[in-house]
Structure formats: structure tokens, C-alpha cells
């Protein structure tokens, strides 16, 4: 049973590209990867999973660790709350944007609901993903003012893009106004933005922008939502002097790992934890040092199952989800652990 989950934790969603599964049509595939998953799931008892994932830790409050809701799309409020109990996440990351678990524009009537029946379950909600950049957006004070009574305490912001038109700094200027008008509605209503950094061709790509942006504003009130994943992508073997910079503002964290790979060009690849190029050993190290705290989203950017998802039964993907999920959970509180952090 051990090798059945080890393989398939190594593997996980390359089973399909197997040579042996290739030549099967969709519905064997299906079939097999679902007998390997119901496998695999019985003996997770034998890995000692479920004896320390079963429940959400009381003695560590600052840093839960949550499951962003993005990857559990298919399942409502209950089912959320009940499946991330089962495998023992502290919270949610709930989506509270466009195409996500709660529309903005639904948010004053729908958050409420959503937060009580996730709780109800046994998880929190600490941290919710937003649209949100714009102070001035009708909709903006509406969801803010919602979370904060719903006990939600940090928002991730939405991007910012540079106008090619205009100068680096004057890009910077346009968008530290409206951090500053976030902050201090944040802090009318006592709940904190998090701008997370993202490789690429955005605002925060070079954690210097995150640095000018907030520098001058109440941590309290806005600041990072820190994500080793970019922040290696974009820095290479410097994301710890960038870590240092902004250490003041990290509010929380995103887990997740990559690895460059050569196709007819070099790009990204999302990896599960601990099989790619960021060092999570270096980062909770550093976590402990600057004695921050917070929740920790884990972010699964990598395919999850073998075959379209519409192919799948919500049973079929509850099962392959949970292998996955579990098995980045408990990576991170391992690392938590090694590093010290209660």
C-alpha cells in the first residue's frame, strides 16, 4: 500500500502521459487513475496522515495554513468547509471575485453566508482573494466593510499593470495613490490588503515596486502577500535580500513551487512542493528569523487530475484532490516543524 501512494504522490498527474495509459481511451483512464486514487486514499492511514492532518492546530493560530478555495471550485460552502476539515487545513482562502466562489456584487448578502457555513465546518476564514485595487470602485467599500463584519482579516488585492506609455515611476506614483487611499480604508474598517507579488509583466514583479508602494503606509493596513514561488522565478538566488527588504509588510504567505523547463523555448512549470527550485527550507528559516506570522494559502497551479475536468464526478475529484492537498499540507507543517514555527 506505501509504494501504491508513494508512486502516485511522485507521479500524481503524470500518470496519464505513461505509455501504457496513452493508448487507453479516456474512460479507462478514468477508471484506473480512480482505482489508484481509492488505493492510495485506504492507505493513508499507514503514513500516519491522518493522525496529524485530521484536525486544525489551536496552538498555532498566526500561521494557518489554508487552502485557497480557487481549487475546490466545484464544491459549495458546506462542501468546502466539510472537505478542508476532513484533511485538516485551518482555513480558507476564499475567492471573493469574478468566477469565484462569491461575486463581488453578491458579496454583501452572499460572504455572510459563505463564512458561516465554512466555519460551521470547522475551518476559518482568515483570508480572501479579491478584485479589488481601486478605492474609488463602487463595489470596493461594499466588499471590505462586508469581510471586516465577517471576521475576514486580510484581502488579497488585485494586480497592477504598467502603462507602457508611461515612465516606471510614474506607473508607481498612479498606483502608490491608491494604495494609500486602500490603507486608510482598510483601516476604517480594520482589515488589511495584501498585494501579492507575481513574475511576469506585473506591478510587484521586482519586489523594489512592492517596497515603494508600501514603504511609507501603516503595515497594519496593507501589505504583502508574499509568494516564494514568483519571488525565485523573477529574483533567482537574490529572493532573500528582496524578503529582507519588505520583511516589515509580509502579512502572509503563498506555498507553491516551479522548475524552468525547455520546450521550444524556456517557461514556468508549477510543481507540487518540494519538487521544484525553491528552497522552503531557506524561506521558513527566514520566516522564523523576522518573527513573521500569518495564514499560508497553498496554491495548487499544477494539474490535478489526468482528464478533463468536466469528464469527472465531483466523488472523482474529492478523491484525487485529497491525495494532492494532503500531501502538500502536510509538506508545509513538516517544514513549519523543522523550522521551529508554532
Known sequence: ???????????RVNLFKYPTM??????????????????????????????????????SPKNQICIFSKHLH????????????????????????KGGHVPPE???????????EIKAAGVDVPMMATNINDPDHPLTEKVLKTAAKCGIK????????????????ENLNLFKTKMK???????????????????????????????????DLNPEFIGSQFDPRH?????????????????????????????WEKEDKWKVKNVPLGEGMVDFDKYFSLYKDYKLSGPISLHIEYPMFPVPEDQLSITEKNEMASVLMRRELSFIRQHLKKAGIS
Open 181 to 215: 487611499k486602500l490603507a486608510e480604508l482598510n483601516e476604517h474598517y480594520g482589515i488589511c490588503g495584501v498585494y501579492q507579488n507575481h513574475s511576469g509583466n506585473y506591478v510587484g514583479a521586482s519586489i523594489w515596486d512592492i517596497w515603494y508602494l508600501f514603504k
Open 1 to 11: 500500500m506505501a509504494i501504491i501512494i508513494t508512486n502516485f504522490i511522485s507521479h
Open 74 to 97: 466545484w464544491l459549495d460552502f458546506k462542501g468546502v468547509g466539510k472537505f478542508s476539515k476532513e484533511l485538516g487545513f485551518d482555513g480558507i482562502d476564499l475567492t471573493v471575485r
Open 231 to 259: 519571488a525565485v522565478v523573477e529574483g533567482g538566488e537574490s529572493w532573500p535580500v528582496d524578503m529582507k527588504l519588505i520583511k516589515n509588510y509580509i502579512n502572509c504567505t503563498v506555498a507553491k513551487d516551479f522548475v
Open 106 to 116: 453578491k458579496a454583501e448578502t452572499l460572504l455572510p453566508r459563505a463564512v458561516e
Open 22 to 59: 496513452k493508448k487507453m481511451n479516456t474512460s479507462k483512464k478514468r477508471r484506473n487513475f480512480v482505482k489508484i486514487i481509492s488505493t492510495a486514499t485506504v492507505s493513508l492511514p499507514f503514513l500516519n496522515f491522518t493522525n496529524k492532518m485530521t484536525s486544525v492546530n489551536d496552538n
Open 154 to 169: 486580510y484581502y488579497r488585492m488585485a494586480y497592477y499593470h504598467y502603462d507602457p506609455k508611461l515612465e516606471i515611476i
